[in-house]
């Protein structure tokens, strides 16, 4: 049973003579799920981006840096879908009108998506790096990163799929042009499923390849390894920027760019 003094207050003032006043109101929350929570914890992944950028990806090689990669990867992905799902895609639903009604959020909204796109571009470089993991040794990839990804994109994939019908709900048709829901600039789209398969089957190759070559008992400090991986990412994600700058990503993740059209 729902227990409606947990999350709300009564309040009883006495007036004058027989008069007197009540009222029941929701009391606010402090911490968790508040603005100023996640523009915090924004900023504290962010400024670990730089910890792992295209060059320390590149020259991690022992066990105990690739899991703090792995810890760094789901912090990142479990923040990518609290942005998207918690934040920007309930303030775009809600339509014009309510974005014009309340003008303090539009700078908020702008630092999540800014947020959004740095993270995004992190993740399609990990992706990259476990693609490239399932025909030549990367020392950064580890099974645990594989089932990070896979079980984020697994989550995230279903979740829009969610809201891809809820959009299709004909009540938004009756409401007011303003009212009806704004196009959230994260893109919906279905390709993560593909994606999705395509990073088990990745994995599959990587500990294939990770088997005939002995596996990862310990460190791995083949120099040459490290430099082609790294000239290899390098031209490939020329284009893309720093993500440390803010920049918007040439390629989503799952988005329907180079990443989701290349041969499976």
Known sequence: ??????????????????????????????????????????????????????????RISSSATRKQLVKFCRSVQMLLSEIEFDWLRQWYVQGRTHADCHPYWHQPIKILLQTYRELESFSVTIVDMLKKSAKTS????????????????????????????????????SLDVGMRPMDCPVEMTEDLDNLRRRLRKWRASSSLLQAKGGGRNGDVNSEAVESSSCQQGKRKRGDEGDAGKGRKPSKKLGGGGELTKKEQ
């Open 1 to 58: 049973s729902w227990n409606c003094h947990h999350q709300h207050e009564h309040a009883v003032l006495a007036g004058s003579e027989m008069l007197r006043y009540s009222s029941t109101h929701r009391v606010a929350r402090e911490g968790q799920g508040t603005w100023q929570y996640l523009r915090d914890k924004c900023k504290g992944v962010r400024s670990k981006l730089v910890k792992f950028d295209d060059q320390a990806l590149c």
């Open 138 to 173: 990367v020392p950064a990839i580890s099974e645990d990163l594989f089932d990070v990804m896979i079980e984020a994109i697994e989550e995230r994939n279903k979740v829009r799929l969610q809201w891809h019908e809820r959009y299709r709900d004909t009540i938004f048709s």
